[in-house]
């Protein structure tokens, strides 16, 4: 079917207990797209500086990624830096340097306009309005935000929730947007709020997925190996959307399968740092622990 | 096979956004049994004082619950008073009235000595190992503590870690006593500080189960009916415990289940002040849960 990720593409420099990598390839749209590309062919829109390495192109054209519609400009590439400490479950934004991204302009290549799964990534809500206004011939429209859209463009969002099937959100966020603290009625009430589907992420502690026609929840795959957390939600998202994608159904059995996809893809992203361990990663590694996860939840 | 548990017989005063209900028959060993016995024999032991109601009593004996080894001494009832708000997850204790609990001592009838199955529900852990000192054949010995004795009577629980087959705590708990954040790692430790189970409820996020031999995690039955979530642990540790008293069995397949009836007995428990809602639950409304549970999380 193949899928469209707008989204960002970044250089990320990550501080956590485990230690410190300065300037990785990072990004919702990378992330997203890496898991994503296990099942389907991606096409990634996003923008990046003049500063971006050529290794990091070369490395996700060697996935197969499209990046017809990745655009150069003049300026910086985006750049943003977070520590975690504790339990690495919050990252604190020490800096972040949108560069190219202030003023990006999403556009999409004539060929890529009639792709039908589309994953809006997390960027500014009027840029992810901007860049659907492109797409011909959408079937399911993934939405993801932050709490940053949220508090300052909370509007904007809110347009979008109705024009999109399936909003992705995590716990603070489902709760921040629905002002409902119980996740199953904030996911009631956001689903009312537009999109058929409504996905919470919960980080250590698994998902909820809410649809009229039926509720599902699975914990998280137990590790005791978490060395970065960033970008786990896109990878999520990716292997989620990617999977749907490629199966082209929206039933219970399909839904729940994505789901644990998701589930397992997040499990190894944040074994290492940045795009570390996903980068190598194949579809028989998934299935491996798709396997393991439905043992350990199937009783 | 039966089961025996000590703990508290309480009267709890709650306060939740919907609404306060004074003097309710409550604590660790009440909400413990009436889950318990829809499964096995439960024999419970415990104290109250000259205060407690004539209807509590006849309430317990009702549900078939062995009551010989509750004393009745001179003195006040165990009171607790406490309030939730917000997400409903954490209570504030607004008060405690030990009354005849402060001098406790645990006496435990003949022909009840015997019993294999034994669960020290939450009361200072010198009264716990006092209880266990009585017993001549234990097979399987659960222990719940909390972050009181965590705290002020941390010599003492350490020992009697080393005497009981599975630990059960919450996730705030499991860390104090570990020091370890992430729960993969925290359950670990507390391995091999004694238990060769542990148990981890994660409240709304459910739970997390570590034994050597195998790790299982299940999410919490998804409801927005959250009313009162006081003794939603000692429900599920008595669905959890019963249920292995009553199959007899510690392979992963009756671990499973025995933990996916604690989830579902929580899920009741919440919803409603008290023990009102479990009061009159079955073993049929369980397991139609169950089903429902199952077909959530098998994909």
């Known amino acids: 079917m193949g899928i469209l990720v707008l989204g960002t593409v970044a250089l990320d420099t990550v501080k956590t207990p485990f230690g410190k990598k300065d300037f990785m390839l990072g990004g919702s749209a990378v992330h997203f797209s890496i898991a994503s590309t296990l099942f389907t062919e991606v096409s990634l829109v996003a923008v990046v500086g003049e500063d971006f390495p050529a290794k990091h192109i070369e490395f996700l054209l060697d996935k197969g990624i499209d990046l017809t519609s990745l655009i150069h400009?003049?300026?910086?590439?985006?750049?943003?830096?977070?520590e975690y400490s504790g339990d690495l479950n919050c990252a604190l934004t020490l800096n972040t340097e949108l560069g190219v991204l202030s003023s990006f302009n999403p556009s999409v290549a004539a060929k890529q306009r009639d792709i039908q799964y589309i994953f809006l990534a997390n960027v500014d809500p009027d840029v992810q309005a901007r860049l659907l206004s492109h797409m011909r011939r959408p079937r399911l429209?993934?939405?993801?935000?932050?709490?940053?859209?949220?508090?300052?463009?909370?509007?904007?969002?809110v347009r979008l929730l109705k024009k999109v099937d399936i909003f992705v959100a995590n716990d603070q966020e489902a709760r921040d947007l629905s002002g409902e603290i119980n996740l199953v009625k904030a996911a009631k009430k956001l689903s009312r709020m537009g999109p058929r589907m409504v996905l919470i992420k919960k980080g250590e502690h698994g998902v909820l997925f809410y649809s009229k026609a039926f509720t599902i929840t699975l914990p998280a795959y137990p590790t005791e190996k978490v060395i970065d957390p960033t970008g786990a939600g896109d990878t999520f998202a990716g292997a989620f959307m990617g999977y749907l994608a490629k199966s082209g159904k929206l039933d219970i059995a399909t839904i729940k399968k994505s789901l644990a996809y998701g589930t397992v893809a997040a499990s190894f992203n944040i074994e290492d740092f940045g795009t570390a361990k996903t980068s190598c990663l194949t579809l028989a590694d998934l299935?491996?622990?798709?396997?393991e996860l439905k043992k350990i939840v199937t009783f």
Chains 1, 2 share one sequence.
């Not at 400009?73 to 977070?82: A, D, L, R």
């Not at 429209?141 to 969002?157: C, Q, V, Y």
């Open 73 to 82: 400009c003049p300026g910086k590439s985006f750049k943003w830096q977070g």
């Open 287 to 291: 299935n491996k622990r798709l396997k």
């Open 141 to 157: 429209i993934g939405l993801d935000s932050m709490n940053f859209w949220i508090k300052h463009k909370r509007p904007s969002l």
